[in-house]
């Protein structure tokens, strides 16, 4: 150890252990663990950013992710900065992505961070949350202070971004701007004088940008911790409205309780060790009692249960599960099915089923009905050419979607 190292307490030791359970890396660790050695030392918190931009109004389990982890180093004692990237948001973040992002227009932002700070304080706690915009400083930074910003960085390191590389690569075109970007995020990192940055694995590159430009600005430079990506109900793809895999946030208590009942055995161990508040030595304890017997549908009662609870209420978790056992233990209709209207009768059936939203697309419509998983009134559907009149009808797709539809001519 060097002179200038501080010694790890046990202490230091027990806030690492909470601060790496499920994340993907920690960079650099040993960094980090001096950091937290300093903060018990001073008693001076560090401060923990989380720059997101806002692009959509609604969040969904997969963004609790980074969200849960920002609460455990707020429960620590840590400042956490929820930086709301309304300015980088007219860029564009390309990271991902094999084409440009559109960029949104300020008026889209504007909504959308509200209602996305409104939902993640479902999760972080409002009072220990310092929120920040990130047009405060690159609204004043100017053309003279992005070229200067530019300097610092190099167009070969840029490109050693995979996607950028891919996209170079296949010829494909890379627009000015989006190099502009991580720059823009890197340079959040150096106003806020961040300790720990935190995001998903496909931030790395731009989390990293941040670190070097600390270095270049005279400051220490911030650790980095990236979370992994949240598999969606089919335990393959990530969790994401776009592929109607996605549990949101504001869903009602039913929908949200029956989605998590239908995750498989094997993903709810993903699921409570990204989402739920346990202890790991308690999740251990749920996995013993599995291995000694213990039904794993119980055990994922209690995570949904809890992830309920924290979204809603411990009231509304309990009549979730009641909902829950009703429709699926004594076959009856739930009570909290959404309602839609529609016109156009007589209706297709697949066309039914699309614009009332129980599935996703017309070829899933069609396959649906082909697996004799589409019910009317009860009655299974096997004929997609099925013409239904005027009136209202109980729409059931598999085991959980319900819509009560009323078709009007």
């Not at 530019?150 to 627009?175: C, G, N």
Request: glycine fraction near 8%.
């Amino acid at each position: 150890m060097s002179s200038s190292e501080l010694p790890i307490s046990d202490a230091v030791r027990a806030d690492l252990e909470v601060v790496k359970r499920g994340c993907d890396e920690l960079i650099v660790e040993s960094e980090f663990a001096q950091k937290l050695a300093r903060s018990h030392q001073t008693g001076t918190p560090l401060r923990i950013k989380l720059g997101l931009d806002p692009t959509a109004p609604d969040i969904h389990l997969g963004h609790t992710v980074v969200l849960n982890k920002m609460r455990q180093l707020q429960d620590l004692g840590h400042v956490v900065i929820f930086l709301i990237g309304d300015f980088t948001s007219t860029i564009g973040d390309p990271s991902g992505r094999d084409t440009t992002r559109p960029p949104l227009t300020r008026d889209e932002i504007q909504f959308n961070a509200q209602t996305y700070y409104e939902q993640a304080s479902l999760v972080l706690d409002p009072d220990k949350t310092e929120v920040c915009y990130n047009s405060k400083w690159c609204d004043e930074l100017g053309t003279r202070g992005l070229i200067q910003l530019a300097s610092r960085y190099t167009v070969a390191r840029m490109l050693e971004r995979d996607d950028f590389t891919k996209r170079y690569q296949q010829h494909l075109p890379i627009a000015i701007h989006e190099f502009i970007y991580p720059l823009l995020q890197g340079y959040d990192s150096v106003q806020l004088k961040a300790d720990l940055e935190l995001g998903g694995t496909d931030q790395k590159f731009n989390l990293l940008v941040g670190r070097e430009l600390q270095k270049e600005y005279g400051q220490e430079p911030q650790c980095i911790m990236t979370m992994p990506l949240l598999e969606g109900l089919d335990g393959h793809e990530k969790m994401s409205k776009s592929r109607g895999n996605y549990i949101g946030v504001t869903e009602a208590p039913g929908s949200m309780f029956g989605k998590i009942m239908s995750i498989s055995d094997e993903l709810m161990w993903r699921y409570y060790e990204l989402l739920s508040f346990r202890s790991l030595a308690e999740i251990q304890k749920l996995r013993d009692e599995i291995a000694d017997g213990r039904n794993p549908r119980d055990v994922k009662v209690e995570l949904a249960l809890e992830l309920v609870a924290r979204f809603h209420s411990p009231q509304l978790a309990q009549k979730a599960l009641e909902g829950f056992e009703a429709q699926f233990r004594r076959g009856e209709m739930p009570e909290d099915m959404p309602e839609v209207t529609l016109t156009g009768a007589p209706k297709n059936i697949v066309h039914i089923l699309r614009e009332s939203g129980l599935v996703s697309s017309g070829s899933e419509g069609q396959r649906s009905i082909a697996q004799r998983a589409v019910r009317v009134d009860g009655q299974r559907i096997e004929d997609r050419t099925l013409e239904l009149e005027a009136g209202t009808y109980i729409l059931q797709v598999g085991k959980r979607r319900f819509a009560r539809v009323t078709l009007d001519t």
